[in-house]
């Protein structure tokens, strides 16, 4: 069964850090794209940051940009993303998902991404 499970989200203050992973079973991440999405309440859900399959390229959002930080190691399978200086309007629920494609689109164009994880809270507040 293919799956990607995220974890690492919480409760974060203003200003602080968090490092969401995302872990892949059933299947290897090598010749996947992997993206990071998030969906805030009552918005729709947009690209944040992108990894190309073998790490070489990278896409981010303009709102992230300086900020995050998203890498992969592929021995474990798992693919990271370092949010630092977090601010409130980073507040959302975060997905991994991995596309069909090796390489990123800069729109985070979502119909190539074929298996999402469940999500993880990230609140920032004070």
């Known amino acids: 069964q293919l799956q990607l499970v995220e974890s690492g989200g919480g409760l974060v203050q203003p200003g602080g850090s968090l490092r969401l992973s995302c872990a892949a079973s059933?299947?290897?991440?090598?010749?996947?794209?992997i993206g990071w999405f998030r969906q805030a309440p009552g918005k729709e859900r947009e690209g944040v940051s992108c990894?190309?399959?073998?790490?070489?390229?990278?896409n981010y959002a303009d709102s992230v940009k300086g900020r995050f930080t998203i890498s992969r190691d592929n021995a474990k399978n798992t693919v990271y993303l370092q949010m630092n200086s977090l601010k409130p309007e980073d507040t959302a629920i975060y997905y991994c998902?991995?596309?069909?494609?090796?390489?990123?689109?800069?729109?985070?164009?979502?119909?190539?991404?074929?298996?999402w994880g469940q999500g993880t809270q990230v609140t920032v507040s004070s």
């Open positions: 998902a991995a596309s069909l494609r090796a390489s990123c689109d800069p729109k985070f164009t979502r119909s190539p991404f074929g298996t």
């Open positions: 059933g299947f290897t991440l090598d010749y996947y794209a």
């Open positions: 990894i190309s399959s073998r790490g070489g390229n990278t």
